[in-house]
């Protein structure tokens, strides 16, 4: 069984501040997710990393996936409230193998405040 | 394209009561997902559909669980005899063949009392 472990699992942070958030595995994935979740509502996608060592960047964003592809980091500077959210990760399994579900993390709640 | 669209977004229900829910996916995306998510949860994978063809099931779903996808458009959910664990959010997404990126709906968030 794939586990993605998210850290820290609750953030509160004022506005300007930057933050980092984690998720880990011992176990490698062919490429992971970053998700965006707001109450009620089903999650977004902001972006995939495939490669690892990938560094991809979304406006005040920065995501990066590790080298061997076990663990990712999404780094976000100057938080704004609208950044507010729980932040979820998911690995996607090896292409190759029959699988096709993501494994999510159980996520980090963000909280800016103004 | 009016991405994913999930109803109800909001049931309650008795105990022992079956429910239905209802996913209409992006059109031109193939595979559909079923996730179950509780509070300060992930989401928890229950099926994957491509095409009408249900291809994975998870072993944590139990046989009161049934889910189908006829012409390989919408999908349902149905919870039968409904128990208080079966309490939470039922998210639907889709995606096209070849890429990893979901398409969640907004859910459906199951009370039972």
């Known amino acids: 069984t ?22 880990n595995s011992s176990s490698v994935f062919s490429s992971l ?37 076990k663990d990712s980091s999404l780094h976000i500077t100057a938080a704004q409230p609208g950044d507010t959210g729980l932040y979820l990760c ?5 292409p190759s193998g029959s699988a096709r579900q993501l494994t999510f993390g159980s996520g980090t709640q963000l909280t800016v405040l103004p | 394209d009016t991405g994913v669209s999930q109803d109800p ?21 193939n595979r559909l997902y079923w996730y179950r998510q509780t509070l300060g949860q992930g989401p928890e994978f229950l099926t994957y559909f491509q095409n009408e063809a249900q291809l994975e099931k998870s072993r944590l779903l139990s046989d009161r669980f049934s889910a189908e996808r ?37 859910g459906t968030r199951l009370t039972v009392v």
């Not at chain 1, 794939?2 to 998720?23: A, D, K």
């Not at chain 2, 829910?21 to 059109?27: E, G, M, V």
């Not at chain 2, 919408?74 to 079966?86: A, K």
Request: with cysteine; proline share 5%; glycine share 10%.
């Open chain 1, 2 to 23: 794939q586990l993605l472990e998210q850290s820290p699992q609750f953030l509160s942070i004022q506005e300007g501040e930057n933050l980092t958030v984690y998720c």
């Open chain 1, 33 to 69: 997710q970053w998700y965006r979740q707001e109450p009620g509502e089903g999650p977004v996608l902001l972006v995939t990393v495939v490669t690892g060592g990938e560094v991809k960047k979304l406006k005040r964003l920065t995501f990066q996936f590790g080298d061997a592809r």
């Open chain 1, 90 to 94: 998911a690995g996607a399994p090896s």
């Open chain 2, 9 to 29: 977004r909001h049931k309650i229900t008795k105990r022992g009561q079956n429910v239905t829910f209802r996913c209409d996916p992006i059109s031109e995306h």
């Open chain 2, 70 to 106: 006829p012409k390989g458009s919408f999908s349902t959910l149905e919870i039968q005899r409904t128990e208080q664990g079966d309490s939470a959010m039922y998210l639907c997404a889709s995606s096209s063949q070849g890429t990893w990126g979901y398409t969640f709906g907004s």
